[in-house]
């Protein structure tokens, strides 16, 4: 299987929320769930997206699309575990949008798909602004970038309805208080579900788990 | 002292390159060293910032911008050290622009400043494009992100002056093959400086402290 490349130019442009829409609309067609990764450089949506397909590949038919502003290297490391995906590289582009997501669609088996990741570019603050059609948004905060990012990066964990706190193993060598910005994030978003992980160790992770397939079953039995 | 604080609205606009130029010329008229600083959300811009003032300023007049989407909280903590300061509120936008920082210069007191360090809103790739009118770009990649990262946000490591590698105190606990990520940063700028340090530990900052010293005196000099 080879990876599928998409680099954007300029003549892909049009309205990104109608676009939005209508992904949406193409996505629910098949029953798919499709979930936006987002998070700075670093934080672990790659790493997510891997511990997710090796849990549920048996469970769910998955697809991912990779957003980097360059290189393919994460969906090689996705292609590896024969998991169909395409990889956007956004040619410096800060942020996916509705138009790169489209494109992705074309290449992707969607009616043999129950569950589409999409792992955005890094970055907490441009691609909050653009929805791609997904019906959740899922941002990861790392515990090394510090417990004050809700207060500097407000949007994306205001808007996101999942926020995983990543790298929780790093703990003891950290000044982070988990409830203090457990207690911003809540402040800024009530009705945020909240899952502290590790990624590397898996700890926490069977929560993550557990609320993803009840939403993949739930949009299949809609 | 209190915090001046500039919140961007649309009618701040203007030709960038322009603006920064002129903004560059009117430093250079005062002798100023002028530093942009970037990174990632949460790499250490503002730890880095701290332990600058606390070793240069017996050394140096020192005058900080400091540029985020929301909240004035490092601007605070710089404030609480008794060096003039300004606040940039980008109202959600990405990067810092060379009017923003225009802007925040006729609050500065130019003709008492021999070094000002702007820092960047956290992310690695809106913030490239945009000169400010600074004599040195210096990067923060921090350990935690991974060694990877050279490959996916290339431009910024190949149009810094120098990259400074945080957090190396976690080292033990993380997988990051520190050889392997200066030869991808050197292949992308065969010029860089690199620093490996920590801000918490105060390991390697001996040489970029030296570094800076020496540029702040090269500007005077000249």
Redesign the interface.
Known sequence: MTVKIITVGEDILGTNEEKARANNKRLDGYGILTVDIMS????GKTSLIMSTIKYMKEKARMAVIEG????S?DADKINEMSIPVVQINTA???HLDANMVESALNDLPLEDTDLLLIEN??????PN?FILGEDKRVMIS?M???D??P?????MFADSDVVLLN?I??QP?LEFNVDGFKKIVTGLNPDVIFFPVSCKTGAGMDAWFAWLESAVKGKKNR
Chains 1, 2 share one sequence.
Do not use: F, Q, R
Request: aromatic share 6%.
């Open positions: 700075s450089p670093g934080a980097d502003v360059a290189s290297v410096g582009g800060c570019v890094g970055n907490l603050i441009c602004a790392s090394p970038e510090g004050d990012k207060y500097k990066y407000p949007a790298k193993d790093l060598h």
